[in-house]
């Protein structure tokens, strides 16, 4: 004769099993709800901080000038643009004065750029130089050809600025157009200003 099992003593072993797998899934399920609570925040959170799309768009970008050495120049992205800061030196200075019979707009009357690019030096800073690396004739960009530098394709007694090689425009030291060239105005100074002596905001002159 077979003896039955009490209905309960049966079912523990499986209610106990079941309990068990309970836990688990709860863990689970709770493990998977937090994982997707920390996907969603973290798209939403990110979006907080500038993208790189809003940056090329217009935002203003602070460039470091205290590591630019006399003679050196620093390339940094601004709106999408190539952006120079030439640090000058006294005697890059000095030539600009001299060359104002052979440029085509020596005081930067023909574009409409910041008052402080209608000078000689095209700067809130004689000796610092922001310029848009971009030339005004089908925006090739240009390159810095030094004084003394020997090369064919700027005049013999250059006096160092920019040489344009898709069509031969040329720039001094300042940014302003050689005439007779290609280029039909200078080269753009984007709006700045100087937020300490080592630091420059390209982009926001405080003026708006």
């Given at each position: 004769m077979t003896t039955a099992l009490p209905p309960f003593a049966a079912l523990a072993p499986n209610a106990?099993?079941?309990?068990?797998?309970?836990?688990?899934?709860l863990l689970l399920t709770g493990g998977a709800v937090c994982a997707g609570t920390l996907a969603t925040a973290l798209p939403f959170v990110s979006s907080f901080a500038p993208s790189e799309r809003a940056r090329a768009q217009g935002a203003a970008v602070e460039v470091r000038v205290d590591d630019i050495p006399p003679g050196a120049i620093k390339t940094v992205e601004w709106r999408g643009k190539p952006v120079w800061i030439l640090r000058r030196t006294p005697e890059m200075l000095a030539t600009l004065p001299t060359l104002d019979s052979q440029l085509a707009d020596p005081e930067s009357k023909r574009?409409?750029?910041?008052?402080?690019?209608?000078?000689?030096?095209?700067?809130?800073?004689?000796?610092?130089?922001v310029v848009t690396a971009i030339c005004t004739h089908l925006g090739?960009?240009?390159?810095?050809?030094?004084?003394?530098?020997?090369?064919?394709?700027?005049?013999?007694?250059?006096?160092?600025?920019?040489?344009?090689p898709c069509h031969g425009s040329t720039f001094d030291l300042a940014g302003r157009v050689f005439k007779n060239?290609?280029?039909?105005?200078?080269?753009?100074?984007p709006p700045h200003q100087y937020l300490s002596d080592a630091q420059v905001l390209i982009g926001d002159d405080g003026k708006a």
């Open positions: 106990a099993d079941h309990d068990a797998e309970r836990r688990q899934m574009e409409q750029q910041p008052a402080y690019a209608k000078n000689a030096a095209r700067a809130i800073k004689d000796e610092l130089l090739c960009s240009p390159s810095m050809v030094a004084a003394g530098s020997g090369n064919p394709s700027v005049p013999a007694d250059w006096k160092g600025g920019f040489f344009c060239k290609p280029a039909p105005t200078n080269l753009e100074i």
